[in-house]
């Protein structure tokens, strides 16, 4: 009696399960969905267009002693671009005359583009600082985006920028800095255009040393 009473018991628990099958494939399952977990490959969830950079300028202290250097928040004014034709880097460096035309290579300030909508006019970017580089110390003065600005007068909505392509030739970039006493003494950068894009993003140094030595004396053109 008590045999038959167990195996009614254990047949009507076996009504709830079911037979492991061993060939029967696992159920799939659901990787819970993180909103706050971003793909490396997809960006970060606001990020805009990225800035284009075809070149970055420096300006390194190749002195003995501390160099100072005058900045400018409007990079064409800290550095002044020349299109030059030349046969070479050497040769620009040092060009002049009809084989040299001033182009705006950075943003002029905060200038409207001609073809955005107008806006309210010309606006400054702030007052001129310094900075003081100790001996080999560099630092970053501009980024070029490989595109060329003009300043336009149009006689609806005024002074306005205009973007251009560079033309073939090569860029000639200089420091400029007030022609004061103890102003520093640089050599320019120059690049051919177009820059080859498969080595990655080339920078150029613009060598600065001070133009009154730390012994007092003024160096020699060249020196």
């Known amino acids: 009696m008590r045999r038959a009473v167990m195996t009614g018991a254990l047949a009507a628990l076996g009504l709830g399960c079911e037979k492991s099958d061993p060939h029967r494939p696992a159920p799939a399952t659901v990787a819970a969905r993180d909103a706050g977990v971003v793909r490396v490959d997809s960006g970060p969830p606001d990020a805009g267009p990225r800035e284009r950079v075809v070149l970055r300028l420096r300006v390194k202290n190749v002195d003995r002693i501390p160099l100072r250097i005058l900045t400018n928040p ?3 004014e800290l550095i002044h671009t020349h299109r030059v034709r030349a ?19 950075f943003p002029i300030g905060q200038m409207a583009l001609c073809t955005a909508d107008a806006g309210a006019g010309y606006g400054g970017l702030g007052q001129p600082g310094s900075i003081t580089l100790a001996p080999g110390e560099s630092f970053e003065a501009a980024r070029w985006d490989g595109i060329l600005r003009e300043e336009v007068l149009d006689p609806q909505r005024g002074v306005c920028a205009r973007e251009l392509a560079p033309t073939a030739a090569r860029y000639r970039f200089r420091l400029d800095q007030p022609q004061l006493e103890g102003a520093p003494s640089c050599e320019p950068a120059v690049t051919a255009w177009p820059i080859p894009d498969d080595a990655g993003v080339p920078v150029l140094e613009i060598r600065c040393r001070n133009a009154v030595r730390d012994a007092g004396v003024r160096a020699a053109p060249g020196a």
């Open 87 to 105: 046969s070479s880097d050497r040769a620009a460096m040092y060009a002049g005359g009809d084989r040299v035309d001033r182009v705006k290579a």
């Open 74 to 76: 409007d990079s064409n």
